[in-house]
C-alpha cells in the first residue's frame, strides 16, 4: 500500500469523519497514557544522532548528522527493557507534512532475539479527507503506517532524511549532506501495548442486533432496528449511548416522493430480491475497543456507493488468535498517535475470515470513515489485516471481503459488478471537485495513487465483485 509522491519513499494506505476535534492534552512528544484493562501508549522522541554507529554499528561517516543541523539531521532512539508493547509506529507534528525519508525499526522479543530492520511505510493516503476538521484539528499529526511486531521489551529505530539514505548505496556522504531533506518536526517513536480485552459481555451485548438482510435506506422507509421504529445512531450495540448525528445525515425520501404504492412496494421488493445475508461480525466490545478513548458522536454520508479494498501494512506475522490485539492496536494508534476521532476503517478482517466492526455508528449505516484520503464521504473502508505486496492473502480473507460487500452494499442497492462516480475531496491523484468513476467494489490504488491494497490482493478483486454479486442473488 505503498503510494508514490514528490518523495522516493513510498507513502502508505490509510480514513476520515468531520467533527471537531478537542485539544490534545499536553506536548507533542514524551507523553505517556495508560489505560490499565486495554492497553496502553508511551511515546519517545527521536532525537538527532552523531552518527549511525550510535544505532548500527557503522555504515556512515561519523559527524556527518551532526552537520547537517537539527532540521535535517538523522534521529534515532534506543530504548531497552521498555513496558512491553506489540505495534510500532513513527509520527510527526503537522499532518499535512512529509517525510522525505526512510524510517525503520528493530525490535527485541520478549525473551527472545532482536529482529532485522524493518521498514515503516508514510502513512498519508489513508486518512481524513484534506478539508475534515478531523485532519485539520489541534490533536492531529503525520505518521507511518503501524507495524505489528508482537509483544517487545526494547526497540532502536531511526529515521534517515532522503538525501542520507542514498548515501548508504554509495554515492558521496558530502554531496548527500549537502542537500539532505528536512525531517517533520516532532518526530517521535510509538509503542503501542493492546492490552487485554475487558472481560467478556453478556450474551445481550456480545453480538450485533439481529438485523435484516434487506436494505435499510429503502424509498420512503426508515432503517429498521431490533425493535422496530426510527435507526438508531449508535453503534450497533445494544446499551450503547445514542448520539444525534450532524448536518451530514440525510433521511431517505418521504412516501410523497412516491407515485404510487405499488411505486413502493416494487422498490421494496426490488431491494430485497438483490440482497445477501449479514456476516458474522465481531463487534467493537467483541475486539475490546476501549470506547473512552474516541471521540463521542459519529458522522454519517447520504449513502454507500463504493467500498473501498484496503491492506493495513501492519505485517502478517499475527495469528488469528492475535487479531483482535492487532485491531486493538491500531485504534490506539489511530485515536492516540495519530489525533483521529476513532478507528479509521469501517471493518476490518483477519487472515482467517472473520470480520470486525471498525469506525463505530453502526454497521448497518453510511458512517464516515478515514481510509480513503479525498474519497471518504459516500463510500466505506474494508481493510484486511496484512501486507499483500508480494504475499497472496488467504483464500478465506477474500470470501469474507465478497461475503461483506454483498451484505453492506445491497443495504444501498449497489450492484457490486457495477460501477458509480464520487467526488473527489482533493488527493495526488484527482483534485479537489473531480467526478470520478469506481468500480462498486475498489481496490484503494483506484483512488489514490498507492500500492494499496498490495498488488496480490488488488488481483482478487475481480473475483470477489462476482462472488459478492452472486451472493446478492445477481
Same mark, same amino acid.
Given at each position: 500500500m505503498r503510494a508514490y509522491l514528490a518523495s522516493s519513499i513510498g507513502v502508505a494506505c490509510t480514513a476520515a469523519l468531520a467533527l471537531p476535534l478537542a485539544l490534545h492534552p499536553?506536548?507533542?512528544?514524551?507523553?505517556?497514557?495508560?489505560?490499565?484493562?486495554v492497553g496502553s501508549t508511551r511515546s519517545l522522541p527521536l532525537r538527532?544522532?552523531?552518527?549511525?554507529?550510535?544505532?548500527?554499528?557503522?555504515?556512515?561517516? #561519523? !559527524?556527518?548528522? =551532526?552537520?547537517? *543541523?537539527? &532540521?535535517?539531521?538523522?534521529? +534515532?532512539?534506543?530504548?531497552?527493557?521498555?513496558?512491553?508493547?506489540?505495534?510500532?509506529?513513527?509520527?510527526?507534528?503537522?499532518?499535512?507534512?512529509?517525510?522525505r525519508g526512510r524510517a525503520q525499526v528493530r525490535?527485541?522479543?520478549?525473551?527472545?532475539?532482536?529482529?532485522p530492520w524493518r521498514e515503516l511505510l508514510p502513512y498519508g493516503d489513508e486518512a481524513p479527507d484534506p478539508d475534515s476538521p478531523?485532519? #485539520? !484539528?489541534?490533536? =492531529?499529526?503525520? *505518521?507511518? &503506517?503501524?507495524?505489528?511486531? +508482537?509483544?517487545s521489551d526494547a526497540v532502536e529505530a531511526r529515521v534517515r532524511p532522503e538525501r542520507a539514505a542514498r548515501a548508504d548505496a554509495g554515492s558521496d556522504a558530502r554531496a548527500a549532506d549537502a542537500g539532505a531533506a528536512a525531517l517533520p518536526s516532532g518526530l517521535r517513536l510509538e509503542l503501542i501495548d493492546p492490552g487485554e480485552p475487558p472481560a467478556p459481555p453478556g450474551p445481550d451485548r456480545a453480538a450485533l442486533r439481529a438485523l435484516p438482510g434487506h436494505p435499510a435506506p429503502t424509498a420512503g422507509h426508515p432503517m429498521p432496528t431490533a425493535g422496530g421504529g426510527a435507526p438508531s445512531s449508535g453503534s450497533g450495540v445494544p446499551g450503547a449511548k445514542p448520539t444525534t448525528p450532524g448536518p451530514s445525515v440525510?433521511?431517505?425520501?418521504?412516501?410523497?416522493?412516491?407515485?404510487?404504492?405499488?411505486?413502493?412496494?416494487?422498490?421494496?421488493?426490488?431491494?430485497a430480491r438483490y440482497s445477501a445475508p449479514r456476516p458474522a461480525i465481531v463487534t467493537r466490545a467483541g475486539w475490546g475497543a476501549d470506547e473512552k478513548i474516541r471521540e463521542t458522536g459519529h458522522v454519517y454520508s447520504k449513502t454507500v456507493k463504493v467500498a473501498f479494498i484496503h491492506h493495513?501494512?501492519?505485517?502478517?506475522?499475527?495469528?488469528c488468535s492475535q487479531a483482535p490485539s492487532v485491531v486493538r492496536s491500531i485504534y490506539r494508534y489511530h485515536v492516540k498517535s495519530l489525533g483521529w476521532r476513532d478507528y479509521g476503517y469501517n471493518f476490518t478482517i483477519d487472515k482467517c475470515g472473520k470480520i470486525y466492526e471498525g469506525r463505530s455508528g453502526g454497521v448497518t449505516k453510511a458512517v464516515r470513515g478515514a481510509h480513503t484520503l479525498g474519497f471518504n464521504t459516500n463510500s466505506m473502508g474494508v481493510a484486511v489485516l496484512g501486507t499483500f505486496t508480494s504475499k497472496k492473502p488467504s483464500a478465506k480473507a477474500v470470501k469474507a471481503v465478497a461475503k461483506l460487500t454483498a451484505w453492506k452494499l445491497g443495504l444501498f442497492k449497489r450492484n457490486p459488478r457495477g460501477t458509480t462516480h464520487l467526488v473527489s475531496g482533493g488527493g495526488n491523484k484527482y483534485k479537489k471537485g473531480a467526478n470520478v468513476k469506481f468500480h462498486v467494489i475498489a481496490g484503494h490504488r483506484d483512488g489514490f495513487a498507492t500500492e494499496c491494497p498490495g498488488k496480490r490482493l488488488y488481483k482478487k478483486l475481480g473475483s470477489v465483485r462476482k462472488t459478492a454479486a452472486r451472493l446478492q442473488g445477481r
Amino acid at each position: 500500500m505503498r503510494a508514490y509522491l514528490a518523495s522516493s519513499i513510498g507513502v502508505a494506505c490509510t480514513a476520515a469523519l468531520a467533527l471537531p476535534l478537542a485539544l490534545h492534552p499536553g506536548p507533542a512528544h514524551a507523553r505517556a497514557e495508560r489505560t490499565v484493562a486495554v492497553g496502553s501508549t508511551r511515546s519517545l522522541p527521536l532525537r538527532p544522532l552523531d552518527s549511525l554507529d550510535s544505532l548500527v554499528g557503522g555504515g556512515t561517516d #561519523r !559527524g556527518v548528522a =551532526a552537520r547537517r *543541523g537539527d &532540521a535535517a539531521a538523522e534521529r +534515532g532512539v534506543t530504548a531497552s527493557g521498555v513496558r512491553p508493547f506489540s505495534l510500532v509506529g513513527v509520527v510527526w507534528d503537522r499532518p499535512a507534512a512529509e517525510l522525505r525519508g526512510r524510517a525503520q525499526v528493530r525490535t527485541r522479543a520478549v525473551g527472545g532475539a532482536w529482529s532485522p530492520w524493518r521498514e515503516l511505510l508514510p502513512y498519508g493516503d489513508e486518512a481524513p479527507d484534506p478539508d475534515s476538521p478531523e485532519l #485539520r !484539528g489541534a490533536r =492531529a499529526h503525520g *505518521g507511518t &503506517a503501524p507495524l505489528w511486531v +508482537g509483544a517487545s521489551d526494547a526497540v532502536e529505530a531511526r529515521v534517515r532524511p532522503e538525501r542520507a539514505a542514498r548515501a548508504d548505496a554509495g554515492s558521496d556522504a558530502r554531496a548527500a549532506d549537502a542537500g539532505a531533506a528536512a525531517l517533520p518536526s516532532g518526530l517521535r517513536l510509538e509503542l503501542i501495548d493492546p492490552g487485554e480485552p475487558p472481560a467478556p459481555p453478556g450474551p445481550d451485548r456480545a453480538a450485533l442486533r439481529a438485523l435484516p438482510g434487506h436494505p435499510a435506506p429503502t424509498a420512503g422507509h426508515p432503517m429498521p432496528t431490533a425493535g422496530g421504529g426510527a435507526p438508531s445512531s449508535g453503534s450497533g450495540v445494544p446499551g450503547a449511548k445514542p448520539t444525534t448525528p450532524g448536518p451530514s445525515v440525510t433521511t431517505t425520501p418521504p412516501p410523497s416522493a412516491l407515485d404510487t404504492d405499488a411505486d413502493a412496494e416494487a422498490a421494496t421488493a426490488a431491494a430485497a430480491r438483490y440482497s445477501a445475508p449479514r456476516p458474522a461480525i465481531v463487534t467493537r466490545a467483541g475486539w475490546g475497543a476501549d470506547e473512552k478513548i474516541r471521540e463521542t458522536g459519529h458522522v454519517y454520508s447520504k449513502t454507500v456507493k463504493v467500498a473501498f479494498i484496503h491492506h493495513t501494512v501492519t505485517g502478517n506475522n499475527y495469528s488469528c488468535s492475535q487479531a483482535p490485539s492487532v485491531v486493538r492496536s491500531i485504534y490506539r494508534y489511530h485515536v492516540k498517535s495519530l489525533g483521529w476521532r476513532d478507528y479509521g476503517y469501517n471493518f476490518t478482517i483477519d487472515k482467517c475470515g472473520k470480520i470486525y466492526e471498525g469506525r463505530s455508528g453502526g454497521v448497518t449505516k453510511a458512517v464516515r470513515g478515514a481510509h480513503t484520503l479525498g474519497f471518504n464521504t459516500n463510500s466505506m473502508g474494508v481493510a484486511v489485516l496484512g501486507t499483500f505486496t508480494s504475499k497472496k492473502p488467504s483464500a478465506k480473507a477474500v470470501k469474507a471481503v465478497a461475503k461483506l460487500t454483498a451484505w453492506k452494499l445491497g443495504l444501498f442497492k449497489r450492484n457490486p459488478r457495477g460501477t458509480t462516480h464520487l467526488v473527489s475531496g482533493g488527493g495526488n491523484k484527482y483534485k479537489k471537485g473531480a467526478n470520478v468513476k469506481f468500480h462498486v467494489i475498489a481496490g484503494h490504488r483506484d483512488g489514490f495513487a498507492t500500492e494499496c491494497p498490495g498488488k496480490r490482493l488488488y488481483k482478487k478483486l475481480g473475483s470477489v465483485r462476482k462472488t459478492a454479486a452472486r451472493l446478492q442473488g445477481r
